[in-house]
């Protein structure tokens, strides 16, 4: 007779808020209200599903999330309860398989992932949705990354039973400009559909007909036009909505991908950037419930192709004479003409325009090349537009609050350059990373013509780069390391994707070594191997960056600055909750 | 041949029928908006989208289906979006797409009328009003005849299982129906005017 | 009251007990509410306003009254799943949405009874307080439609309906809102959906249990025209007297409809339990058809399972002995065939002759369930159309014997794996059909058949390396 604990793990579970869960067995504390599923991925029991989004409505339509369930037996009225001997009570089983999606953990549930029953429902749910799957795996853009085949790798039978004529439904449709649908490959988990009515507030998307020839569909003369329509493809789980974009391009399984931020605006999505060798194919969401929740706006995805453009600027470039044309130069005699240069140049008589588009690290080598040539006419170009009570910020910048932490500046200093450069007071230009013909900037051509000397630091050929006497190639979000904070206050990293194009350096590399070969002697600007080293630089000196590390930063950020901005949509998600 | 619509584009393709000779067009008078509008304030506030059925029944019970250009009206008067109308339309098999005829057969095909005779029944109506049973699929499931009077359309179970075959023409149940009687309810229907 | 004549022909067997029925096809019975009213209508509802809301649910608690729809669950005890403390809007939806092939009552009440009905569903809304009654009415009713909307009307201006009812301070709306000719909005939730304008697709259990998040996420009652009709018969005689009569968990008379292979098809209401599958089929339908014999009965609508007539049931008798019977001997209650692997649920008897086909009869239900499927869950929108697909493949002579087994297979496959019952209703014929009649299956088939292509694409693979035959 074995004895029963003093206190019950139920009530040691309750004081937490939690219960107690046996899954495959072993017992597990959640908290109350936890999902089965959820619960079964947190401890490696997983849970396969189609439908069942975190972010999204539950429809428990699959069918795929099906576990076996069971719960304490029912007493009869006045019979007390038995305890094992570590207090749990015996469970009886379901006979049959609940939806891990739509249930919730209770107290002395007992969860199996791993038994027949489970085993059987789930190939059960696979076989059906394979039945009417065209099975185009070869050329199937999801390939790869296709929940049905991953599943059916796991539970497919191998052979098939399904012997009849399958269902015809429509292929290769438009349904907006930059998503595709395959009727034939949905699985009709409707994440699309609650995706659009949920989060977008748009009912584009519906299901039409009935029974197996269930169909998702827009209504003829509508489009999937959304500025976040190609969230949706993100979020099927099989190849139905392809990216047009993507599509055909490249097999996922060469891509790598890299988790960074976006820089098109000062929210600072977070996301993954894939490449092959030094290229990049596609960007998508990562999750990050502070940021962007699993979301990202489609102009923002698909603003990557100067990554790889053309226009790249390769090889530093350097006019010898100011009639001569731009001729590519090595770095080391590159820098030594910058040097030369810039030691001309009266520092009164001098601007820098630097870019919020910079990361905090390259705007510290900023600050330091300025205070070494001791330049004060220093700002940056800002950026405005409307925000989209979404993901969109207004500060179409991605680094304004580096900006303003690190430089003290906020883009009002602007206008004061451009008159001086106009009026004669400012003769000597130094651009970094902005195109000064951009109506933002908004130099004209004339403007720089009259300049007695332009040096830009771009990754791409512009008007500037085209009328500079020197032109240092830097590089883009994609090839660096460094740090931004967004317009929430909160510092996230961006990772290296790819390695820099051609000759280009990193900016702030660049920086170093100018202010290296300028006759900088502080040791820790020359000596700084990486960005990381400019990092803990700055974070001995700005209180809210204090005792930040590029590790301690992590794939999520952290909160430093309190700006009073919030991202309508986080906002609007946390209310829901 | 002329190129079929896509999936998407087939939800509103025109599909021609002699039937529409016997129906007025549809077309967005202030009687009808006002007639929708009775039949939303029939639902609690905020719950307009209640009344896309009863809407859908009023069209087709006036002009015979529901046309294309009826679905964007439907979801402006419920404040529902035409995909999601769309949606509700193509569930129903109650609710046409393309016209019927002036006279409606709708044939019960389950199993107590089958096994009293309801699929030769079937057979013989379609033969009398001159359609293809052929024709009629689960894609395509009612069939008008040339002369747009009448239309057929196989239906599950009509609820009056004891007493079948059973054949609804428009609003009318018929039970226990034989082949003669199709025979006399034709010539009757078609004296109607 | 007086004698209650009916119209020549259409007279009750006497075995019958008339009370739902009572006034079906009587002789100077019109819809009208000067009809009902002369046969004590609306004297219940008179009794029942007076009493205290909670009182009337108990009294349909203590009945023991089992709802008619097919599941059988208490009546009174479905209403007290109302959250206490609740401060939404209750709703009442009546669900007029007979479809279940073999099942015709509700439309004989709606047609020519409408009041019966109203008068059932007002003392239940006052029961649950719900303001707002919803009539979910099948399209195929048109009629009845017009015969319920008239009722309302006709009950408004006597006051048993709108303001202040009976001056009673209780407030309620009914309207008809009518279905578009779908199986599934039968299934409660997928009918409350087809309330609300959505796709009637059946909500997932839980949360969306209807008396706590139902209609607009408000609690809702949803009950069948017969329960309904029920709950005023318990109003009337008392819950007691309603309890004592008929079988002991599920009292009350039950209305029977029989169609198929019997010479007296029909519906038929009886005290619950008190005659057998026999005596139904044999007494009051007459038996089967000259010179046929009885083979297999479906016994509570297409969905139930098929019960051969000449299989032999072991049933314990009180004192454990082990008794032989067959499916003639089992009592016509609610419960009593759940022994024997099938349901009565809402009471449509089908029967088959000796002259039948099981696996046509089997075909013809698939194609209703492919056809009837909703489509939202994968098990149900996949397996369904496979089903169908295997037994006409299997009728047509183009099955092979492990076709049969797959047939099966898929049938378990659906089982139990669905957002609502529709899986268990579209998959039982087929499990029971292809189990009890397994020899008529096989003997449709060929083993060689299974080497040959099922579908153009597969017949366009195999175009160079099959023989035919």
Redesign the interface.
Known sequence: MSSIPAILPKDAAAAEGKVNVQINGTWYRFPKGTRIVDACNSVGAHVPTFCYHPKLSIVGSCRMCLVEQGMPPRLAPGAAPTYDENGYQPISWMPRAVIACANTVGENMGIRTNSKMTEEARKGVLEFLLTNHPLDCPICDQAGECKLQEYTADYGRGTHRFTEAKTKKGKNLSIGPRVNLDQERCVLCRRCVRFMKEIVGEEVLGVVNRGTHNAISCYPGTTLDSNYSMNTVDLCPVGALTSKDFRFRMRVWFLKSTPTIDVNCGTGTNINIWTRESKVYRITPRQNDEVNSCWMPDSHRLNYKYINAPERILTPLVKTDTKAPQRPATWDSALNLVVEQLHKCAPTETAIVASARMTNEELYMVRALARQLGITKLDIVSRKGAGDNMLVSEDRNPNTNGVKMILGKTGTGLNAIRRGVRNGTVRFVIALGEDLTSPEAGFTKEDLEGLDYLLTIHHSENETTRMSDVVLPGVTFAEKYGTMINVAGRIQRLNKAIEPMGEAHSDWAIFRDVSERLGCDCVKVIACPTPMMVLEEMAQEFEPMKGLTWGNIGNEGKVILNTGVTIPLIERTKAKN | MSEQP????A??AAKPSPGEKYFPKFEVTKELTEEAAKLVA???EG????????I??MIQEKHGYIC?EA??WIAEM?K?????V???V??????HTSCPGKYHF?VC????C???GGEELMAYICGKIGVDPASLT??HPMAVSPDGLWSIEP??????????PNV?IN???YSQVTPKMIDKLISEYSKKD | MSEITYIRGREPHPRETRRIFRNIDREGYNPSIKCFMEDGGYETLKKAIKMEPADVVNEVKKSGLRGRGGAGFPTGVKWTFIPKGNTKPVYLVCNCDESEPGTFKDRFVVHQDPHQLLEGMIIACYAVQAHFGVIYMREEFPEAAKIMQNAIEEAKKKKFLGKNILKSGFDLEIIVHRGAGAYICGEETGLINSIEGLRPYPRIKPPFFPAAIGLYGCPTIVNNVESLCQVRQVLMRGGEAFAAEGAQRSPGTRIIGVSGDVRRPGYYEIISGSITYGELLYDICGGPKRGRKFKAIIPGGASAKVMRCDEVLKDRNPDGTVREMSVFDIPLDLDSIAKFGSMSGSGGVIVMDDSRSMPKVLNNLNRFFAWESCGQCSPCREGNPWMLKLSTRICEGKGSPEDVDLLKSVADNICGRTVCAFGEACSWPTQAFTTKFREEFLALTKPINALKAHSPETAEARKYLIRED
């Open positions: 896509n999936a998407i584009d939800l509103t029939l639902y609690p719950k307009e989208q209640s009344a896309v059925l009863p859908i029944h294309p679905m964007p419920c529902s979006t035409p995909i999601h769309a949606g509700v193509t569930f129903y098999p109650g609710i709708r095909r389950t199993i107590a089958a096994l009293s689960d894609e239906v599950e179970c009509l609820a009056n299982c004891g007493f079948g609804m609003d009318t149940l």
